[in-house]
């Protein structure tokens, strides 16, 4: 017994132990470490490219129930093309206008009336910037119609036959002609050497119709009067009329300002209006399909060619609301007193 004692007692002291008992010792020693150690769990890289939004997703991109993404819109864009002017381009803007009025008072609010309320403010013009151009995009791809491609532009007055007559006779009677409004368009898109819009618009206290140029986010609302950007700084000085000078002359405030210090929801003398037709001449729009029209083939004039035989001329008359009865042509008129 005091013999086993002692042995023990040798051994805990120093005494060198079998190789197979300091072996045994050692992945003993290894294995603690190992449990003890914490792990390095590297993520999936389809992981690090999904971030997780912070904010609700309140404004959503409109739905076009008159085209389907795999077709595009006969006649004028290809499906990458539409993909790329309306899905993607719209997916983006409406990503960033959330991220921009999360947690504010436009959170909740269409981008009509967001544009008009942040119009004026400086510190706010990105909101309104991502406000105007969904606004603007989703108008313009809403006047379109789905015309088959077989029947674009069958016989000479096929797009004409299109024109609801009340609103024709209306157009013609402003215009002078169809073919007068649509060179109007033409030249007006091809002058403008910045991106922009190409408007179409009504009076609302009349029957006036007047086509107007917006440049880059602008806006053709009256009670957005400040954002309108109306003049191509690429072609005009800054002394023109309607530029800076013009700006300055609206928003004078305080001692012999004569709006006193107030808003002014409309611009001095302005009247509302409201849009009937707009055509898009940003690049992103066109420039897929169309290329950079080099040599005259292509390009913007081309895209503008074919996008006046696309348009849904019967959602233009709905907005319009013109007095029928009063846009009867003549001869229907007579005899009816």
Not at 156 to 183: H, V, W
Request: hydrophobic share 35%; aromatic share 10%; proline share 6%.
């Amino acid at each position: 017994m005091l013999a086993r004692c002692y042995a023990r007692k040798k051994v805990s002291l120093g005494t060198k132990l079998p190789h197979v008992t300091i072996s045994r010792l050692r992945n003993i020693s290894i294995h603690t470490t190992t449990m003890l150690r914490p792990r390095l769990r590297i993520p999936r890289v389809s992981r690090i490219w999904r971030p997780v939004l912070s904010y609700r997703s309140i404004h959503e991109v409109p739905r076009l129930d008159q085209f389907n993404p795999e077709e595009g819109v006969p006649g004028l864009l290809s499906p990458g093309g539409f993909d790329m002017a309306w899905t993607q381009y719209m997916q983006l803007v409406t990503e960033r206008l959330n991220a921009l009025t999360a947690g504010t008072q436009f959170e909740q609010e269409p981008t009509l009336s967001i544009l008009k309320a942040t119009a004026r403010e400086p510190s706010q013009a990105p909101i309104f910037n991502y406000a105007s151009m969904a606004h603007n995009n989703h108008l313009f791809f809403d006047r379109l119609a789905h015309i088959p491609n077989n029947t674009i532009g069958e016989g000479e007055n096929a797009d004409e036959d299109r024109i609801p007559e009340a609103l024709k006779t209306e157009l013609i009677r402003q215009f002078s002609s169809i073919e007068t409004l649509r060179r109007e368009f033409l030249v007006t898109a091809m002058a403008m050497f910045g991106p922009g819009f190409v408007w179409l618009v009504k009076n609302a206290n009349s029957q006036e119709l007047r086509i107007l140029t917006t440049y880059l986010a602008g806006t053709p609302y009256t009670a957005a009067h400040w954002r309108r950007q109306g003049v191509d700084m690429n072609t005009e000085g800054i002394n023109s009329p309607g530029t800076v000078k013009g700006w300055m002359d609206r928003t004078q405030t305080g001692a012999g300002g004569h709006t006193s210090g107030k808003f002014i929801p409309t611009a001095p003398g302005g009247t509302d209006v409201v849009p009937l037709l707009v055509l898009n001449t940003w690049e992103h729009v066109w420039l897929r399909d169309y290329g950079i029209g080099a040599g005259g083939l292509g390009g913007k004039r081309q895209f503008v060619e074919d996008w006046w035989r696309c348009i849904d001329w019967n959602k233009v008359e709905g907005v319009a609301s013109f007095d029928k009865e009063r846009l009867k042509p003549n001869y229907l008129q007579a005899g009816s007193l």
